[in-house]
């Protein structure tokens, strides 16, 4: 009670002074009439503006949202219960059963098929290596001494002494410091490719590089822009676009990607005019030789000796050892700084088993022969020389690879419109050909993931041990089946 | 799992940041140098192949110990074989042939059933298919590359590891990059063990769908991720995913475990994601046939969706091969980038894999096959527990043939590695960046050809260098006392009846 007595007095007092000070600020006329800027204003004019004030603040403030509250245990039940996945697979259509034919003996220039003798044209073996007595030999020897496997990667006791033998042999032959293998043929591209490239960098690529090339470029994460395929203008045009006005582009490392003979057309790069753009707009080139090694240039060493570019104008060269050089696996060879990076930095070098050392020797015995016998490459010129001669006049298909290439691609010359109907009648053609003449030959088949649009067409690889007898009976059967086959599909359409 | 001492984490803190400040000091030392020196001409433009802290981990630390890693050899990777001496003139930056080889215990290739060097049975086989169809097809399998062996191949690996159908590869390693994106895309979801190899990352990321890892070999943290994946779709538009894969492998082989299986499968069938089992180091290792991890632990083969292996460790050749369904296999033939672009398998490998099959199956008339399995089991048994009776700290499961030795320390490595080597025993160490980088090991990989004889001389070797390097961080288990003869009462004086 004291304390309310002694309350009292001091509120009333406070809520005084506070109604004066109030009242002075509303009614007090000196301040009602005060002037701001030449105009009179009010009181009330306090109260309009705080009261716009706040209608501004919570206009701007977002509407009230319900705060989100996690899922129940019930209800992720019940969604993982209704969630059906696709299946694995798409349903099985009859052009997927389709089977490939089934070699019964070596796949040289002559090979059997369900028991018949067969004039082979759709392995790459281009310098007819294969069954040759010098690789067999070598790899009797090196079967009985190291067993089929190495049994480890690089790193880990993997590396066997004709792994080096190997690697210092293709280095000598090509001129080059020095070389890197490794196991598998396709996974050599798609391993150097993000060894070197990482995310950051400009990749300029053709744009009709194969599958390999295409995944290595889609792991390394770099800016990845393609120009036309083997148009040099387009090339230029798009090297310009890259550097100009990029002033970052000094530390941004930079690569042309291209192939010497492409896989997916048979088309040659030419490298005289890379080599020449590079230079001016400082480009790395990655290059890969996989059908050019053992095949372009006086003695077989490829797109380099064939163009008289020096090869360590080249920085990056790749090849697979499965073509030429009638074994497997693969090899890159550059700078001592490029392939030294690759010993830890590349995947399918370090995390990978590596190549089985009795391939490493078979391809130092291919080597070794190709540089004593040059004679084979000009008998693989003669021989797709004459190919082309015989091939030049079918109706209805053209040859659409360069005249060097070693594998001949042909085309339609007026393609249905749609890739399923065209492959329909090159199978047509190919089976017809096997069954009647007893000649293999390929049409090109692609893959879902392959991203590449060039048309498919019928390829026939040609080889220095093909005879003359061969080369004119493919010809001849190609030409006449591939007239009646075109012949009947036109009149049904 | 690894249990990591604390002064251990301490010291090996300490050493790789001293390493790291002695690299950075020799790293300005050659910015000076290179100052005075010109850059030539041709490189001058152009960006550098590695800039700066790049491939700092590569200069500094890993050239020092070169010589511990790409040991050559010149012979076959058996039990016993020859390492080729390597020197140096330039502080191990080059190395290069001596021309000299020792003879040394082979502890680390991958060689379990003993198939790694001629075999009586097998290399005859191989040398007349090479004769017959020559060591390469140079063709893709889908043109001239199918041969009657890779059909025969094909039908026995199916039936060995228990699917209806397979499909064999070249190279392991493109089995497992060209294989996950033709099975999965964009939209899709791969859950994936978190100590899982580079080629199934690879494989994952060239695929476009999202990646994401659940703790190592833990099913109720698979159950976790997939409930909430499932529960809340694709990120940003939480549409339902198209499909969920689940990958791992049977043994890990950094770690030397198996995977749980059973209850993987178990949570995989209950949210209806598929599973894809990596057998590269487990299939011809375990299991009472050598079909698996599946058969030593009981899984039905056909409760898991696409089973992938290689052929290099078990059977002494090269490849990889992927065995599912009919329907899937049909599909992967059609699509599979590695089945319609690469050369196929050499026809000499495949030889000598269905031969080494045959010998395991027992179908090649002898029980060769049955007593390299057993040997096997009982080697890695025996050696694993020895090396745990001396002190040492050996990750991996019981009858896993991988055993990693743990050393942590980054000095102990290449003193361990030379020592051993100095005791012709080969040891393979490992470090960064294939394992973390406070976990660096020695990993054993026990062969069937490893005789009782060769172990014990490993044991000792290994237990010698052990305690001098101090890698023993368990306590040594007391011997077990020899029985002494009870001396004769009746000798004892003053004992009388």
């Given at each position: 009670m004291e304390a309310l007595d002694w309350m009292g007095p001091s509120v009333m007092n406070i809520t005084t002074i506070a109604y004066d000070w109030v009242s002075t600020v509303f009614d007090a006329p000196l301040v009602s009439r005060a002037v701001v800027f030449g105009f009179p204003i009010d009181g009330h004019i306090v109260v309009e503006v705080l009261l716009i004030a706040v209608i501004l603040f919570l206009l701007s403030r977002k509407s009230y949202k319900h705060p989100k509250k996690p899922l129940t245990e019930k209800e992720i039940d019940e969604l993982c219960e209704d969630w059906q996945p696709e299946p694995l697979h798409p349903p099985i259509t009859k052009e997927m059963l389709s089977q490939p034919r089934v070699l019964?003996?070596?796949?040289?220039t002559h090979t059997t098929i369900e028991g018949r003798d067969i004039v082979n044209f759709?392995?790459?073996?281009f310098l007819g290596l294969i069954g040759h007595e010098k690789l067999i030999d070598s790899c009797v020897v090196s079967l009985e001494k190291?067993?089929?496997?190495?049994?480890?990667?690089?790193?880990?006791?993997?590396?066997?002494?004709v792994h080096l033998d190997c690697e210092a042999r293709i280095a000598k032959f090509l001129g080059t410091p020095d070389s890197i293998l490794y196991s598998y043929g396709i996974s050599t591209i798609f391993s150097v490719i993000p060894a070197f490239c990482k995310k950051g960098d400009i990749i300029v690529a053709d744009e009709a590089v194969h599958w390999g090339v295409q995944n290595g470029l889609y792991l390394s994460r770099s800016t990845v822009v393609y120009f036309k395929h083997n148009n040099m203008a387009s090339l230029e045009s798009t090297l310009e676009k890259m550097t100009r006005?990029?002033?970052?582009a000094e530390k941004i490392r930079r690569y042309i990607v291209v192939e010497?003979?492409?896989?997916?057309?048979g088309q040659i790069a030419p490298l005289d005019e890379i080599a020449k753009l590079k230079e001016k707009y400082r480009f790395r080139l990655i290059l890969d030789e996989s059908n050019s090694f053992g095949v372009l240039g006086k003695s077989g060493r490829g797109l380099s000796e064939h163009f008289n570019v020096?090869?360590?104008?080249?920085?990056i060269i790749t090849s697979s050892?499965?073509?030429?050089?009638?074994t497997d696996g693969g090899f890159c060879t550059g700078s001592v700084r490029v392939v030294d990076h690759q010993r830890l930095s590349s995947a399918g070098y370090v995390f990978s088993a590596s190549l089985p050392p009795y391939l490493a020797t078979a391809a130092i015995a291919a080597v070794d022969h190709l540089e004593q016998n040059p004679a084979l490459l000009s008998k693989l010129r003669k021989n797709i020389g004459l190919l082309w001669k015989e091939l030049s006049?079918?109706?209805?298909l053209k040859i659409s690879s360069s005249?060097?290439?070693?594998i001949v691609f042909l085309n339609l010359?007026?393609?249905?419109?749609?890739s399923k109907n065209d492959f329909k009648l090159f199978e047509t053609i190919v089976d017809k050909v096997l069954k009647e003449d007893s000649v293999f030959v390929v049409a090109s088949k692609r893959s879902v993931l392959d991203k590449c649009n060039l048309p498919l067409g019928i390829r026939v690889f040609v080889s220095a041990g093909h005879t003359k007898n061969d080369i004119f009976k493919a010809a001849e059967s190609l030409k006449r089946i591939a007239e009646t086959v075109l012949y009947d599909h036109c009149l049904n359409y | 799992m690894v249990r990591l001492p604390y002064t251990t984490a301490l010291t090996t803190l300490f050493s790789y940041g001293l390493l790291f400040v002695f690299g950075q000091l020799r790293d300005q030392f050659r910015k000076i140098l290179d100052l005075f020196k010109s850059s030539s001409l041709k490189e001058k433009g152009y960006a550098p192949?590695?800039?700066?802290?790049?491939?700092f981990y590569t200069r500094r630390l890993y050239l020092r110990i070169q010589?511990?890693?790409s040991r050559p050899i010149s012979?076959?990777?058996?039990?016993w074989f020859d390492v080729v001496e390597r020197q140096s003139n330039d502080g191990n930056k080059t190395l290069y042939r001596t021309g000299k080889s020792t003879r040394c215990l082979n502890l680390?290739?991958?060689?379990y059933l003993g198939f790694a060097s001629a075999d009586e049975y097998c290399t005859p086989r191989v040398i007349n298919s090479l004769k017959k169809?020559?060591?390469?097809?140079?063709?893709v399998r889908v043109d001239g590359g199918t041969t009657k062996l890779h059909e025969e191949l094909e039908d026995l690996i199916a039936k060995y590891v228990g699917q209806p159908a397979a499909v064999c590869f070249g190279m392991g390693y493109v089995t497992n990059s060209a294989i996950i994106p033709v099975l999965i895309g964009k939209g899709g979801l791969i859950i994936s063990d978190s100590l899982n190899h580079s080629s199934i990352i690879n494989g994952a990321r060239g695929s476009g769908a999202t990646v994401r890892v659940f703790q190592h070999n833990t099913p109720s943290h698979l159950e976790e991720v997939l409930r909430e994946q499932i529960s809340e779709?694709?990120?940003?538009?939480?549409?339902?995913?198209k499909k969920i894969i689940v990958i791992v492998e049977?043994?890990?082989?950094?770690?030397?475990e198996l995977c749980k299986l059973p209850e993987i499968v178990a949570v995989c069938k209950k949210y209806k994601a598929y599973t894809y089992l990596d057998e590269a180091h487990s299939i011809g290792a375990i299991g009472k046939s050598g079909r698996g991890l599946c058969e030593l632990l009981g899984v039905?083969?056909?409760?898991?969706?696409i089973m992938m292996g290689t052929?290099?460790?078990?059977?002494g050749s090269c490849g990889g091969y992927i065995a599912a369904s009919k329907e899937i296999i049909e599909y992967l033939m059609y699509t599979c980038p590695a089945h319609l672009y690469a050369t196929s398998m050499s026809p000499p490998a495949v030889e000598q894999v269905i031969s080494a099959i045959k010998v395991v199956l027992g179908e090649?008339?002898?029980n060769r096959g049955a007593i390299k399995l057993l040997q096997i089991r009982e080697n890695s048994n025996f050696f694993r527990s020895e090396l745990q009776k001396m002190g040492f700290e050996v990750l991996g499961d019981n009858d896993s043939p991988v055993m990693p030795i743990m050393l942590?320390?980054?000095?102990?490595i290449p003193s361990f590695s030379r020592e051993c080597l100095e005791n012709n025993v080969a040891i393979v160490t490992v470090a960064f960046p294939a394992t973390p980088l406070l976990l660096a090991r020695a990993r054993i990989c026990i062969s069937a050809s490893h005789t009782r004889v060769d172990l014990i001389k490993a044991l000792e070797v290994i237990s010698r260098v052990g305690e001098d390097v101090g890698i023993k961080y368990f306590p040594v288990e007391p011997m077990k006392p020899q029985l002494q003869p009870q001396p004769q009462v009746e000798n004892i004086p003053g004992f009388q009846h």
């Amino acid at each position: 009670m004291e304390a309310l007595d002694w309350m009292g007095p001091s509120v009333m007092n406070i809520t005084t002074i506070a109604y004066d000070w109030v009242s002075t600020v509303f009614d007090a006329p000196l301040v009602s009439r005060a002037v701001v800027f030449g105009f009179p204003i009010d009181g009330h004019i306090v109260v309009e503006v705080l009261l716009i004030a706040v209608i501004l603040f919570l206009l701007s403030r977002k509407s009230y949202k319900h705060p989100k509250k996690p899922l129940t245990e019930k209800e992720i039940d019940e969604l993982c219960e209704d969630w059906q996945p696709e299946p694995l697979h798409p349903p099985i259509t009859k052009e997927m059963l389709s089977q490939p034919r089934v070699l019964e003996s070596a796949a040289g220039t002559h090979t059997t098929i369900e028991g018949r003798d067969i004039v082979n044209f759709s392995s790459a073996n281009f310098l007819g290596l294969i069954g040759h007595e010098k690789l067999i030999d070598s790899c009797v020897v090196s079967l009985e001494k190291y067993g089929v496997g190495s049994c480890g990667p690089r790193g880990f006791y993997g590396t066997i002494d004709v792994h080096l033998d190997c690697e210092a042999r293709i280095a000598k032959f090509l001129g080059t410091p020095d070389s890197i293998l490794y196991s598998y043929g396709i996974s050599t591209i798609f391993s150097v490719i993000p060894a070197f490239c990482k995310k950051g960098d400009i990749i300029v690529a053709d744009e009709a590089v194969h599958w390999g090339v295409q995944n290595g470029l889609y792991l390394s994460r770099s800016t990845v822009v393609y120009f036309k395929h083997n148009n040099m203008a387009s090339l230029e045009s798009t090297l310009e676009k890259m550097t100009r006005g990029n002033r970052r582009a000094e530390k941004i490392r930079r690569y042309i990607v291209v192939e010497a003979i492409y896989q997916n057309s048979g088309q040659i790069a030419p490298l005289d005019e890379i080599a020449k753009l590079k230079e001016k707009y400082r480009f790395r080139l990655i290059l890969d030789e996989s059908n050019s090694f053992g095949v372009l240039g006086k003695s077989g060493r490829g797109l380099s000796e064939h163009f008289n570019v020096p090869v360590d104008k080249i920085d990056i060269i790749t090849s697979s050892m499965g073509n030429a050089l009638a074994t497997d696996g693969g090899f890159c060879t550059g700078s001592v700084r490029v392939v030294d990076h690759q010993r830890l930095s590349s995947a399918g070098y370090v995390f990978s088993a590596s190549l089985p050392p009795y391939l490493a020797t078979a391809a130092i015995a291919a080597v070794d022969h190709l540089e004593q016998n040059p004679a084979l490459l000009s008998k693989l010129r003669k021989n797709i020389g004459l190919l082309w001669k015989e091939l030049s006049g079918i109706t209805g298909l053209k040859i659409s690879s360069s005249p060097l290439s070693p594998i001949v691609f042909l085309n339609l010359k007026n393609s249905s419109g749609s890739s399923k109907n065209d492959f329909k009648l090159f199978e047509t053609i190919v089976d017809k050909v096997l069954k009647e003449d007893s000649v293999f030959v390929v049409a090109s088949k692609r893959s879902v993931l392959d991203k590449c649009n060039l048309p498919l067409g019928i390829r026939v690889f040609v080889s220095a041990g093909h005879t003359k007898n061969d080369i004119f009976k493919a010809a001849e059967s190609l030409k006449r089946i591939a007239e009646t086959v075109l012949y009947d599909h036109c009149l049904n359409y | 799992m690894v249990r990591l001492p604390y002064t251990t984490a301490l010291t090996t803190l300490f050493s790789y940041g001293l390493l790291f400040v002695f690299g950075q000091l020799r790293d300005q030392f050659r910015k000076i140098l290179d100052l005075f020196k010109s850059s030539s001409l041709k490189e001058k433009g152009y960006a550098p192949i590695c800039l700066g802290l790049e491939d700092f981990y590569t200069r500094r630390l890993y050239l020092r110990i070169q010589d511990c890693f790409s040991r050559p050899i010149s012979s076959a990777p058996d039990a016993w074989f020859d390492v080729v001496e390597r020197q140096s003139n330039d502080g191990n930056k080059t190395l290069y042939r001596t021309g000299k080889s020792t003879r040394c215990l082979n502890l680390g290739s991958y060689n379990y059933l003993g198939f790694a060097s001629a075999d009586e049975y097998c290399t005859p086989r191989v040398i007349n298919s090479l004769k017959k169809y020559s060591p390469s097809t140079c063709s893709v399998r889908v043109d001239g590359g199918t041969t009657k062996l890779h059909e025969e191949l094909e039908d026995l690996i199916a039936k060995y590891v228990g699917q209806p159908a397979a499909v064999c590869f070249g190279m392991g390693y493109v089995t497992n990059s060209a294989i996950i994106p033709v099975l999965i895309g964009k939209g899709g979801l791969i859950i994936s063990d978190s100590l899982n190899h580079s080629s199934i990352i690879n494989g994952a990321r060239g695929s476009g769908a999202t990646v994401r890892v659940f703790q190592h070999n833990t099913p109720s943290h698979l159950e976790e991720v997939l409930r909430e994946q499932i529960s809340e779709g694709q990120p940003r538009t939480h549409r339902p995913w198209k499909k969920i894969i689940v990958i791992v492998e049977g043994i890990y082989s950094m770690e030397g475990e198996l995977c749980k299986l059973p209850e993987i499968v178990a949570v995989c069938k209950k949210y209806k994601a598929y599973t894809y089992l990596d057998e590269a180091h487990s299939i011809g290792a375990i299991g009472k046939s050598g079909r698996g991890l599946c058969e030593l632990l009981g899984v039905n083969p056909t409760d898991i969706d696409i089973m992938m292996g290689t052929f290099t460790k078990s059977f002494g050749s090269c490849g990889g091969y992927i065995a599912a369904s009919k329907e899937i296999i049909e599909y992967l033939m059609y699509t599979c980038p590695a089945h319609l672009y690469a050369t196929s398998m050499s026809p000499p490998a495949v030889e000598q894999v269905i031969s080494a099959i045959k010998v395991v199956l027992g179908e090649d008339g002898s029980n060769r096959g049955a007593i390299k399995l057993l040997q096997i089991r009982e080697n890695s048994n025996f050696f694993r527990s020895e090396l745990q009776k001396m002190g040492f700290e050996v990750l991996g499961d019981n009858d896993s043939p991988v055993m990693p030795i743990m050393l942590y320390n980054p000095a102990k490595i290449p003193s361990f590695s030379r020592e051993c080597l100095e005791n012709n025993v080969a040891i393979v160490t490992v470090a960064f960046p294939a394992t973390p980088l406070l976990l660096a090991r020695a990993r054993i990989c026990i062969s069937a050809s490893h005789t009782r004889v060769d172990l014990i001389k490993a044991l000792e070797v290994i237990s010698r260098v052990g305690e001098d390097v101090g890698i023993k961080y368990f306590p040594v288990e007391p011997m077990k006392p020899q029985l002494q003869p009870q001396p004769q009462v009746e000798n004892i004086p003053g004992f009388q009846h």
